[in-house]
Every structure is written in C-alpha cells, then in structure tokens.
C-alpha cells in the first residue's frame, strides 16, 4: 500500500505542475510549456502583385507556395520564386496538394511528381483544369470549368460535363472510399466503387469541407459560421455554428488536436476543450484575409495570406527560457544611457529602422526594470543581473543630479537637440548639452521607492547600497519640506506630485486619488524611515495617519471608488492607479511600523485584488502573494505569464468584431467582457492599461521592452511562488 501510495504521489507531482510548500502557499514549479509564435514571410520585392493560391510542406520539411506566377519557396525571410526543379518552371501549375508526404502538381496537361522516381504522371487531357485531390493508390479526381473526371491507374474511368458549377474544394473521404466535390450551393459525393455522382447537401454560402473525428462527420464551412454533418447520412448534428471570432470562413483543417479556421478576418484554433485559439493581426500574420491551412515542418502550422504566409510554431520552453528571449530583446534594443527605453520604428515592424527616444515615464519604466533584475540576481547571483542593476541604478540616479533640485527626480534626460517627448516641458542644463524633462509625477516617485528598497536589501555592496538610500532620504526630504509636495524648477507644485492633506483630503472618499495618494505617501515614509532609522519619518507618518485621517483613507473599501458629479478624477476607473497603488502596497506591508498596521495593509491588498482578480495579472497576484496568501490565484497567474507572445511589436489588434466574446454593458471599470483575453489576443501594453481593452495598438511602429514579462517573472521567483 505505501508503495502504491508513492507511486501515485509521484504521478501527481509530474502531472501537474503546481505544488504546496510547506506553509501551504502553492508555487509553480517552472517546466516546459507549448509557447506558440509566428515567422512571417513577406512577399519579395519582384512578387508586390502576385496572387497566392495554395500552400504545402512535404516530408523534407521544403514549403512550396503556389501562386499566379509559379511556385514560390521560403528564402531569408521572403517568398521569392522557386526554381529547384527546373522542369516545373516551365510548367503552367495549377494547383498542388501534398500526398503520402510528396509534392503532388496539377498543370494544364497532367498531375505529377517529382517524388516516387517521377513516374507519377497522369495526363488529364483538360484544358480547363482547375483543382485535382489525390484518393487511394494514387487515384486522382480533376475539375475543370466544363468536366469533371475521375483516373484510376493513370487512366481515365469517369467523367462527366461540369454543367457550369464552380467548383471550390475536393476532399477525399479515405474511410468511405469517395470524393466529395463542394460547390457554392451544394455537395456532390462521387463514389468510387459505383463511379455515380450524387448531389448530398444544399446549403448557402459553401466554402470548405474537412473531415473530423475519424471521418465520422463532417465540417463545412460557410460565410456565417460552421456546419456539422453526420459523415455517412450528411444530416446535420447541430446547429450552424456561428459564435466564432469571425464566422466568414474560407478554409478549415484538422491537426492534430484542434480544428482550425482560415477566416476573412484571421485563423482561429478550437480546440477539444471548446476553447478557441484567435490568430489575427500583424503580430500573427502578413495580413487576415486567409486563404489555405496547411500542416507545416514539425508541428508548425502554415497560414497562407493574400499577402505572404506565416508560419506558426508550437516550441517548448519554460518561464525562464521565456525570461532569457526577453532579456536579450531588451538588451538588444532597449537599453539608452541605463534606461529601459521606448523603441520606435519608421515603418512597422522593421527593425532596422527603430531608434531609441525619450518617454514620459523614463524613471517609472526602468525603475520596473531594475526592480525585475534586482529579483533576477536574488534569484540567480548572476554577473550579468548585477551588473544590468548597477547600470539602470546610474540611469535613474542621474535623474536626481542633472537638474538643480535637491531631492526631485527628472523624468528623463536627452542630449540637446534630440528630445521627443513633451517639448514644453524640457529644461535646458546650464553649461552643458544636456535637457531634463520636469513636471514629474507620482509615479517616478512611486517607482523609485520601489526600485530601491528591492535594491538596498538585495545588492551585495555596500557603497551601492548607501547610493540608494541617500536618493530615498534625499526625496523624503523634498516631500516634507515642501509641504507634501513635489516642487518643480517654477517654484510650483507638479501636477501629480500632490500629498498634502489639503489636497488629498478635499477629494470624496469615493474618488480614487484620496485613498491612493494617501497609500503612496504612508509606504514612503515607512521605507525611508526603515533604511534610514530618522525619527521624524516615523513621526509624521504617524501624524498624517492618526491626525490627519490618512490611515482612514488608505482602509476606504477599493469597492466605494467609483464617479462622483463634477470631479474629472472620478470620469472611469483609472488602471495608471492600479500600478501605482500595488507598487505602493508592496512596501506599506514589508515596512510596516507594527504588526498591528501590517494587519490592515494586508487587508487592503485583499481587497484590491479581489477586484482586480477578471484580469489574472501576475504582478498583481505575486504582490498580494508576497503577504503570505495562499489563494491568489497562481494558476491564472502562470496562465498570463504563459500567454504573452514572445513579438512585443505594438501591433494594431482588433477583437470587438468578434462573435464568440460575451459583451457586458458599459462601465466604471471599462470591463468589456466577462473574460479577459489571453495577452497574445489583445494589443501590447504595461501594467497602467486596461487588459479589458479589445481594439488598440501602435501600428506596428513601437516594440515594447521586455521588462513586461521580467518584471512579474522574477518577482515571482523572488517571492517564492515560481521555483
């Protein structure tokens, strides 16, 4: 029995990959995973007004696509013409189709191979041919505008006259020795055995057929969804199938364990659980309208387009190989003077022609970015995280000594000339060719806080850590003596750089500002006063918590944010404030001054992240993990971890076309669905936008920095929660 009990343990553990520590805090234990991704190949220079036809890969692992202008193969990136075989250049193709593992050719005068010794060929004596499918022991059946013709050892043993129906596909149905022939109305079944031709089905809007469930029904697709069909009475098993993400299918294929859809708008994979796979936009392929599904080389997938094909692969890896892709894009292309930067390109998608510029939030975005390498190195003792710390740390400590301010982070710095970003709000460096972006924002504040104290507990010398402690002080003391402001280089307080009471406590309790900006300054003054032992944080972070009803404010119910008449702050539910608020959280519980008001925080975690539990943010669920929780939902968490495309070019997506999504009404929150997409559906943005979001993106002109995955990645093995 003990055996026996092993035995099943031990099954369980490698079935799933989600365990319990000992404190019963449920971690991930990190193995490989399917991460799917595509390799677009585009259209050569000399093939701009080509039209494609068809696509296939043989058992050698070549691609061949067919096209008005011959046959075309992949060639450093690009569709360019295939002229391996020098025979078929000559030869007028008309469509191909991989049999038994080989290229099989339809031209005008015959169906051929090059495989099999070449001594398949089939002279169809068609000058209309048009389409031509394989059956069994290389039997052939050939349309053409005026015939159709059945061959049987390379002789022809059946035809009759077309009677002018287009013809859009034939399949061979292997199990019931006969070919089906789909026409824009109706089905014809051709039986081998009878050589009789038969009309099954009528229909509306025909456009492709596909065997499934060992050919016992019967997929057709149509302009408003899909039909099942039993495969021996073609009688309907359901209903049109029509809740799709876009119901005007042009071709459908099984591989595999899903069934996939080519649409007018995308390719999308259902799979045996129901669930649906979308595969739209540039990040996926050349274009949506889609013309063949094919299985490519391996276990890839060929989606041909009308303007190139894309290649779909499914790879294993695990998180952390995941981490190391990321790592070297952001490496590669991201890194300006230590900061994580925004990279922008010319035309979309073409990295040669991306540069680097300044953003907004230069400090906010790299004080994410050394926060991820600062858990990387706790993780890993890497050489490399280490030194990607000391080099982002310098980054953001310049911030703090380019301009004049004591105490005041710019947002960015730029040589002179070459700013970007927001021109009025740029100040000269005297004596220098330097510019400083002023006006900064809470959330450089925010960040910084958060980037440090990761950094001070973390990094292994000392000097360094003495670095980060003095900015920590040094903005302390910029808040307190300005009265719980942000002073700019006008004398006047920044915008959002405002926690004074008179601010703070003027707001409703239920616009969101009070209860965050309250959050904000009370998680500031606990840190400072932890790395720096200074009473007198300590004592007004007392003050405003007890006096000035600060502690009040941070335990106002995240569930009472909500509008209120006349208060732009309050017009939609900020998820800037999301980012800032949990960033926040993270020191407000680690420093807390008692076990008492740890005890609370640890509430107000909680409670925000139930509400924001529909989006499965990992880097919220591993911040309220970092509490000790045991239900914060790792298993959604891994899940969006494990979604996000491995291309973070700001593609333009669009998903509120689609007809298999349930809309919710409008709301405070923007919530658009009653799911959220996984990341590699929707457009590519960090953690202050909206995941509910269904339509948006850069055109293809903008790569994101890696740190979107990093960041949440090595919080999580810092945490504990990913081993």
Same mark, same amino acid.
């Given at each position: 029995m003990?055996?026996?009990?092993?035995?099943?343990?031990?099954?369980?553990?490698?079935?799933?990959?989600?365990?319990?520590s000992?404190?019963?805090?449920?971690?991930?234990?990190?193995?490989?995973?399917?991460?799917?991704?595509?390799?677009?190949?585009?259209l050569?220079?000399?093939?701009?007004?080509?039209?494609?036809?068809?696509?296939?890969?043989?058992?050698?692992g070549?691609?061949?696509?067919?096209?008005?202008?011959? *046959?075309?193969q992949?060639?450093?990136?690009?569709?360019?013409?295939?002229?391996?075989?020098?025979?078929?250049?000559?030869?007028?193709?008309?469509?191909?189709?991989?049999?038994?593992?080989?290229?099989?050719?339809?031209?005008d005068?015959?169906?051929?191979?090059?495989?099999?010794?070449? &001594?398949?060929?089939?002279?169809?004596?068609?000058?209309?041919a048009?389409?031509?499918?394989?059956?069994?022991?290389?039997? =052939?059946? =050939?349309?053409?505008?005026?015939?159709?013709?059945?061959?049987?050892?390379?002789?022809?043993? /059946?035809?009759?006259?077309?009677?002018?129906?287009?013809?859009?596909?034939?399949?061979?149905?292997?199990?019931?020795?006969?070919?089906?022939?789909?026409?824009?109305?109706?089905?014809? %079944?051709?039986?081998?055995?009878?050589?009789?031709?038969?009309?099954?089905?009528?229909?509306?809007?025909?456009?492709?057929l596909?065997?499934?469930?060992?050919?016992?029904?019967?997929?057709?697709?149509t302009?408003?969804?899909?039909?099942?069909?039993?495969?021996?009475?073609?009688?309907?098993?359901?209903?049109?199938?029509?809740?799709?993400?876009?119901?005007?299918?042009?071709? =459908?294929?099984?591989?595999?364990?899903?069934?996939?859809?080519?649409?007018?708008?995308?390719?999308?994979?259902?799979?045996?659980?129901?669930?649906?796979?979308? !595969?739209?936009?540039?990040? /996926?392929?050349?274009?949506?309208?889609?013309?063949?599904?094919?299985?490519?080389?391996?276990k890839?997938?060929?989606?041909?387009?009308?303007?190139?094909?894309?290649?779909?692969?499914?790879?294993?890896?695990?998180?952390?190989?995941?981490?190391?892709?990321?790592?070297?894009?952001?490496?590669?292309?991201?890194?300006?003077?230590?900061?994580?930067?925004?990279?922008?390109?010319? &035309?979309?998608?073409?990295?040669?022609?991306?540069?680097?510029?300044?953003q907004d939030?230069?400090?906010t975005?790299?004080?994410?970015?050394?926060?991820?390498e600062?858990?990387?190195?706790?993780?890993?003792?890497?050489d490399?995280?280490?030194?990607?710390?000391y080099?982002?740390?310098?980054?953001?400590?310049?911030?703090?000594?380019?301009?004049?301010?004591?105490?005041?982070?710019?947002?960015?710095?730029?040589?002179?000339?070459?700013?970007?970003?927001d021109?009025?709000?740029?100040?000269?460096?005297?004596?220098?060719?330097?510019? /400083? &972006?002023?006006?900064?924002?809470?959330?450089?504040?925010?960040?910084?806080?958060?980037?440090?104290?990761?950094?001070?507990?973390?990094?292994p010398?000392?000097?360094w850590?003495?670095?980060?402690?003095?900015? *920590?002080?040094?903005?302390?003391?910029?808040?307190?003596?300005?009265?719980?402001?942000l002073?700019?280089?006008?004398?006047?307080?920044?915008?959002?750089?405002?926690?004074?009471?008179?601010?703070?406590?003027?707001?409703?309790?239920?616009v969101?500002?009070?209860?965050?900006?309250?959050?904000? =300054?009370?998680?500031?003054?606990?840190?400072?006063?932890?790395?720096?032992?200074?009473?007198?944080? &300590?004592?007004?972070?007392?003050?405003l918590?007890?006096k000035?009803?600060?502690?009040?404010?941070?335990?106002?119910?995240?569930?009472?944010?909500?509008?209120?008449?006349?208060?732009? *702050?309050?017009?939609?539910?900020?998820?800037?404030?999301?980012e800032?608020?949990?960033?926040?959280?993270w020191?407000?519980?680690r420093?807390?001054?008692?076990?008492?008001?740890?005890?609370?925080?640890?509430?107000?975690?909680?409670?925000?992240?139930?509400?924001?539990?529909?989006?499965?943010?990992?880097?919220?669920?591993?911040?309220?993990?970092?509490?000790?929780?045991?239900?914060?939902?790792?298993?959604?968490?891994?899940?969006?971890?494990?979604?996000?495309? *491995?291309?973070?070019?700001g593609?333009?997506?669009?998903?509120?076309?689609?007809?298999?999504?349930?809309?919710?009404?409008?709301?405070?929150?923007?919530?658009?669905?009653?799911?959220?997409?996984?990341?590699?559906?929707?457009?590519?943005?960090?953690? %202050?936008? %909206?995941?509910?979001?269904?339509?948006?993106?850069?055109?293809?002109?903008?790569?994101?920095?890696g740190?979107? !995955?990093?960041?949440?990645?090595?919080?999580?093995r810092?945490?504990?929660?990913?081993k």
């Amino acid at each position: 029995m003990k055996l026996c009990y092993f035995f099943t343990v031990l099954i369980m553990f490698f079935i799933t990959s989600v365990v319990f520590s000992e404190g019963e805090q449920p971690f991930y234990q990190d193995r490989p995973f399917v991460q799917d991704y595509a390799e677009k190949i585009a259209l050569g220079p000399s093939l701009s007004d080509v039209e494609l036809k068809a696509c296939g890969s043989d058992r050698n692992g070549r691609i061949q696509v067919l096209s008005n202008k011959g *046959l075309l193969q992949v060639y450093q990136g690009e569709l360019v013409s295939d002229r391996m075989h020098r025979p078929l250049v000559d030869m007028n193709i008309m469509d191909l189709e991989v049999y038994r593992g080989q290229f099989v050719y339809l031209t005008d005068k015959a169906v051929l191979s090059n495989a099999w010794a070449a &001594k398949f060929y089939v002279a169809h004596g068609m000058a209309d041919a048009k389409l031509f499918t394989m059956g069994n022991d290389f039997d =052939v059946f =050939v349309v053409g505008e005026k015939e159709w013709a059945y061959f049987s050892d390379g002789r022809k043993v /059946w035809q009759q006259k077309s009677g002018g129906k287009q013809v859009k596909q034939i399949v061979f149905d292997v199990k019931r020795n006969r070919y089906l022939i789909l026409c824009a109305k109706q089905i014809y %079944n051709f039986s081998v055995s009878e050589k009789k031709l038969d009309s099954v089905f009528e229909g509306a809007k025909l456009s492709c057929l596909e065997f499934i469930n060992n050919n016992k029904e019967l997929l057709v697709g149509t302009g408003q969804g899909y039909l099942r069909l039993d495969g021996d009475s073609y009688r309907a098993l359901a209903v049109l199938e029509s809740k799709l993400p876009w119901p005007d299918i042009c071709c =459908v294929r099984k591989m595999g364990e899903k069934t996939w859809f080519g649409s007018t708008r995308g390719v999308f994979a259902v799979r045996t659980d129901g669930g649906i796979d979308y !595969y739209a936009s540039k990040r /996926w392929l050349p274009d949506d309208g889609v013309i063949d599904i094919v299985a490519g080389p391996g276990k890839s997938v060929l989606v041909l387009t009308k303007q190139g094909l894309s290649i779909i692969h499914f790879d294993r890896m695990t998180l952390e190989q995941k981490a190391e892709h990321f790592d070297r894009l952001t490496r590669l292309r991201h890194m300006r003077y230590g900061f994580s930067s925004a990279f922008v390109m010319q &035309k979309p998608g073409d990295f040669s022609t991306g540069t680097l510029i300044d953003q907004d939030n230069d400090g906010t975005w790299t004080s994410m970015y050394l926060a991820g390498e600062v858990f990387r190195y706790a993780a890993t003792k890497s050489d490399e995280s280490l030194a990607n710390c000391y080099e982002a740390f310098e980054a953001l400590e310049r911030l703090f000594t380019i301009n004049p301010l004591e105490g005041f982070p710019s947002r960015a710095f730029e040589r002179r000339g070459y700013k970007v970003s927001d021109p009025d709000r740029w100040v000269e460096v005297e004596g220098d060719l330097w510019d /400083w &972006k002023a006006t900064t924002s809470s959330d450089e504040i925010v960040g910084h806080f958060f980037a440090y104290s990761n950094f001070i507990e973390i990094m292994p010398d000392k000097a360094w850590r003495d670095r980060a402690i003095a900015l *920590l002080d040094q903005t302390m003391n910029h808040i307190m003596r300005n009265d719980w402001y942000l002073i700019d280089y006008d004398g006047k307080p920044t915008q959002w750089g405002k926690w004074n009471k008179d601010y703070v406590n003027r707001l409703p309790r239920q616009v969101g500002d009070r209860k965050l900006n309250s959050t904000e =300054v009370i998680s500031f003054l606990q840190t400072a006063y932890h790395f720096t032992g200074k009473e007198i944080y &300590k004592e007004k972070a007392y003050e405003l918590m007890e006096k000035d009803g600060y502690l009040d404010n941070i335990m106002i119910p995240i569930t009472e944010i909500g509008r209120v008449e006349g208060i732009d *702050l309050s017009t939609e539910w900020n998820h800037s404030d999301d980012e800032l608020a949990f960033l926040s959280y993270w020191n407000l519980y680690r420093y807390a001054f008692t076990d008492e008001l740890r005890e609370k925080y640890r509430r107000v975690i909680r409670e925000h992240w139930e509400i924001e539990r529909p989006e499965k943010n990992p880097l919220w669920s591993f911040i309220y993990a970092m509490t000790g929780a045991a239900a914060y939902d790792l298993d959604e968490a891994i899940w969006y971890l494990k979604e996000m495309p *491995l291309d973070f070019v700001g593609w333009r997506v669009k998903n509120s076309h689609r007809k298999d999504l349930e809309f919710i009404k409008g709301n405070f929150r923007n919530q658009t669905t009653t799911k959220v997409l996984p990341p590699d559906e929707r457009s590519i943005s960090k953690y %202050n936008g %909206n995941a509910f979001r269904l339509d948006g993106g850069e055109g293809g002109l903008r790569e994101f920095s890696g740190d979107i !995955y990093l960041f949440p990645y090595w919080m999580g093995r810092y945490v504990g929660v990913i081993k």
